[in-house]
């Protein structure tokens, strides 16, 4: 659903519903006068669409559990068999008497299975309708086993054993060819190893009126264009106008010369280098100082790539002293280890998952728990790098971003996003939209250009990435963050 190399013209909705949020949706839409079990064979319904428009008929397995998750298998394992499929069915445990779940197993009518590992691996697809996002528990050695059997799967909201809340793995998960889920996003359809564990993501529509999102608070966004909206050139601006930004250069000014370029890509009007020691290499179109950091003419500077450690643990003070808006990366992220109290007045910080652990303590499976308690901490924006980066703001909201292809893991990438954030910032955008656009763009960049990327090549590839980000922006309704 989300692939890295081709952006679709419509993103999926930017809500996402852990599985408590999502519960209480479904209870809004009953309250509405939906009834659990239309709700039950209109998820059924959307499974048996999705095998049948990617699978030919072959030998099915649903393998069902005693709750609603079970109850939409065997909706679906109904709806194949109808459709000529051969299907069998076998039952961890019968569902609760009188629930939607009985209801739906009392319209079962066709073959029944025990629920071993044999049976699944005598099938040729194995439809996945244990346990659905909310379990919290590990799962049992037996049902491990039987799913692990299975040749090919396809899950019900996520694959059993699978956190929709964190993405982290209970137990022995199996992996899923396709989960189809309902509704909004989860997180753990994202976060990883949640977002690989599920492979193909459906997100079906089953009939829940999106006037439920007013009772229920999202757990998180999902990062894209309709949560920010980029400054565009007016006709009557200048330089000034459009943002100023410095650099800190240090003892590897190659990282501080890629900020700075990234800065100017994205659309600052005047960045300059602010040079704590010669430096050869300086494009043409920055400014090159060497002033102290307490006379910085910037709107935002950008300290730590870099830097040296040494440097940025003098520097840092200096730079917070002055005022402006500041994005802390790398080094200075480093020389702060144990001390989040000493980065307090910082706008944007942007640490990958070690310096995190060096600063705030082990990210921990609840990646994006980990990151909102650091923004509190720390009262900064918090962008936690990776595969899965998480952009947390002091007063709790957060997004997940899924643009980023594997191979921005290249020495400099996260230079460069620094030096975005850095240029968004300067030209007005909040320190919140400033992160979410820079890592969506970013993500977006390294996406065009694919394989064999290096930072350098991220430069050229802002231009054609913020072209999407309006494209995409034209089709999507306000949203505001």
Request: charged letters at 15%; glycine letters at 12%.
């Amino acid at each position: 659903m989300l692939d890295a190399r081709h952006l679709p013209r419509h993103l999926p909705p930017p809500e996402l519903l852990d599985p408590a949020a999502m519960a209480r949706a479904d209870q809004a839409a009953i309250a509405a006068g939906i009834s659990g079990f239309t709700l039950m064979e209109a998820a059924g319904r959307a499974v048996a669409r999705a095998i049948r428009q990617r699978f030919a008929p072959a030998r099915v397995l649903v393998l069902a559990g005693p709750g609603n998750n079970g109850g939409d298998g065997y909706v679906a394992a109904r709806l194949l068999q109808r459709a000529g499929w051969p299907v069998r069915l076998a039952a961890l445990a019968p569902p609760g008497a009188g629930s939607d779940a009985a209801r739906a197993a009392a319209d079962w009518s066709g073959p029944m299975a025990p629920f071993t590992p044999e049976s699944a691996a005598a099938a040729d697809l194995v439809v996945d309708a244990v346990f659905g996002a909310g379990l919290s528990r590990p799962l049992a050695a037996t049902v491990a086993a039987t799913l692990a059997a299975a040749r090919n799967r396809v899950a019900i909201d996520v694959p059993s054993g699978l956190d929709g809340g964190t993405g982290a793995a209970r137990g022995e998960v199996s992996p899923a060819a396709l989960t189809v889920t309902f509704f909004r996003l989860k997180p753990g359809h994202l976060l990883l190893p949640g977002r690989t564990l599920c492979g193909e993501i459906v997100l079906a529509d089953i009939g829940l009126p999106v006037s439920v999102l007013g009772a229920v608070a999202a757990s998180a966004l999902l990062n894209q264009p309709a949560l920010w909206r980029l400054r565009r050139p007016g006709a009557s601006d200048h330089k000034y106008r459009r943002g100023t930004v410095a650099v800190i250069a240090g003892e590897m000014a190659g990282a501080a010369l890629l900020a700075a370029e990234a800065a100017r890509r994205i659309g600052a009007g005047l960045v300059s280098i602010q040079a704590l020691a010669p430096l050869q290499g300086v494009a043409p179109g920055l400014i090159l100082r060497h002033a102290p950091l307490s006379d910085i003419r910037a709107d935002v500077v950008v300290c730590g790539p870099g830097l040296g450690v040494a440097t940025a643990r003098v520097q840092l003070p200096a730079v917070l002293r002055a005022g402006r808006q500041v994005v802390a990366d790398a080094d200075t992220l480093t020389a702060c280890a144990g001390q989040p109290e000493a980065l307090r007045g910082a706008a944007v910080l942007t640490p990958h998952e070690g310096e995190f652990a060096r600063v705030f303590g082990p990210v921990g499976a609840d990646r994006l728990g980990a990151a909102r308690r650091a923004a509190a901490l720390s009262g900064a924006v918090i962008v936690l790098k990776g595969a899965d980066t998480v952009v947390a703001a002091p007063d709790g909201r957060a997004a997940i971003n899924a643009s980023a292809p594997p191979a921005l893991a290249t020495a400099g990438s996260g230079d460069v996003l620094a030096g975005m954030i850095g240029g968004l910032l300067a030209q007005g955008l909040t320190a919140f939209e400033a992160a979410l656009a820079a890592v969506w763009l970013h993500g977006r960049a390294g996406a065009l250009i694919g394989r064999g990327l290096v930072a350098e090549d991220l430069l050229a590839a802002l231009a054609p990435a913020l072209a999407e980000a309006d494209e995409v922006s034209a089709l999507s309704p306000d949203r505001p963050v």
